[in-house]
Each structure stands twice: as structure tokens, then as C-alpha cells.
């Protein structure tokens, strides 16, 4: 049983595959696995966390059941059964159902195939950058008010109704409410979300986990 600490390297090996041809080729060919490989990687965690993707790597490639699967990579049963759940609903893994002959139970015995990945990859990344651009478009056509302790924003028909007394004051610290200019924060936005749409898997990327957040958040 195979017990590597998680590390990029470990993981890579797992999903590589190198193309034969020349060096320079070769070489080209990595980079761009590489590059492949960090986005699916990035992907996976976002999905099914540090324990999960931990528990994909010391993952044979044998039929097996989820305590089996607890047994052979030494994960927890729970984060096992989690993160064949997420997986089997991303159509990342997929099961088969036979009745085991002493005891009459019914046993499920698991596959984890990243064949379809790339794919599902692309549609979240898709749905989120979506997300964020349908919130930004809302934020640009809405005008917020807030206070200085920023308790909460208000639309212009709460800030001048019943919400807030008819007379724009905050109904929770009873300041003064103003206008809540964002305009600086959502032209960064709007950059960020061009340049996701050159590369919408940038979106699952470390560097861009503040976007992630944001745009997950977005989600129903
Ligand atoms: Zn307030």
C-alpha cells in the first residue's frame, strides 16, 4: 500500500502521461501537461478538498468498496464517502451494485475515472465566471448605500423608506448612510473577469482564491 505524501509531484505522476518525440518537443509537451495538470489539480482540491485529494492519490485503481477504499489509502470513512459522493455527482466516479453471497447485503464497489474531467472542469469554471459577471452587472446598475461601520448596504429604496426611517440612517448603528461608491473595486473585478475569460480554468487557481470565494459565494 502506497503511502506518498502529497506533494505536486506525486500527483502529477499520477495523471501524466509524456508523449514521445525530440527533447525540445518533449519539453513542450510537458509544460503544457504541466500547465493541464495544475489547473485539474487545483480543480480537484477546490472540489473535494486537501483530505479528498489526499485520498485520490493513494487511490489504486482496483473496484472497491468505501470502507475497502478507507482501508487501502488510510483516509477516514467519512471524507471517504464525502468525496466519492462529490466525485460520483461530478461524474467523476461511478459504481457497481452486486449482493455480497454470505452476508445478502448489497455491496457498492467504486471507480474513480477522470476521463470526463477536462469537461467538468470547464462547465464549473464557466458557471462561476457567470456568476460573477451576472452579480458585477447588478452591482453596476445599483446604487448602495452603507455606513461608516459598514453594518450592512442598502438600496436607495431602503435607505430613503421604512427600512431606515425615512431618512437615511443606518436601522443597526443609527449612523448616517452615504453613498457606497465601489465603482474602484468593480473596475478590478471586471479586469479579473477578462482575464479569466482567456483562461477560465485560472478561476480554480491558488492565486486567484479570493475570486473563487467570491464567485462560489454567488451560488445558490
Ligand atoms: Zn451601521
Known sequence: M?????????????????????????????????????????????????????????????ELTDLQIAEETGCNINIVRRTLSTLYERRLAFYAVE?????????????????DIEHRLLADAQKLIAQLETWLDGELNTVYYTCDSRCDRYTFEKASGYVCGYEFVCPICKQRLYHDDSSKQMDTLQGKINELKTDERAIFYPENLSIFE????LQE
Not at 500547465?35 to 479528498?52: C, D, F, H, I, S
Not at 467570491?214 to 459565494?217: D, E, G, H, I, P
Open 2 to 62: 502506497s503511502k506518498a505524501s502529497l506533494t505536486p509531484l506525486v500527483i502529477l505522476k499520477r495523471y501524466t502521461t509524456f508523449a514521445g518525440g525530440s527533447s525540445y518537443k518533449l519539453l513542450r509537451v510537458c509544460v503544457y501537461i504541466v500547465k493541464k495538470n495544475r489547473a485539474k489539480l487545483a480543480y480537484l482540491e477546490k472540489v473535494v478538498g486537501l483530505q479528498g485529494l489526499e485520498m485520490i492519490t493513494r487511490l489504486s485503481k482496483n
Open 214 to 217: 467570491l464567485a462560489y459565494s
Open 99 to 115: 449482493r455480497d453471497k454470505e452476508t445478502g447485503w448489497m455491496l457498492y464497489r467504486w471507480r474513480v475515472d477522470f476521463e
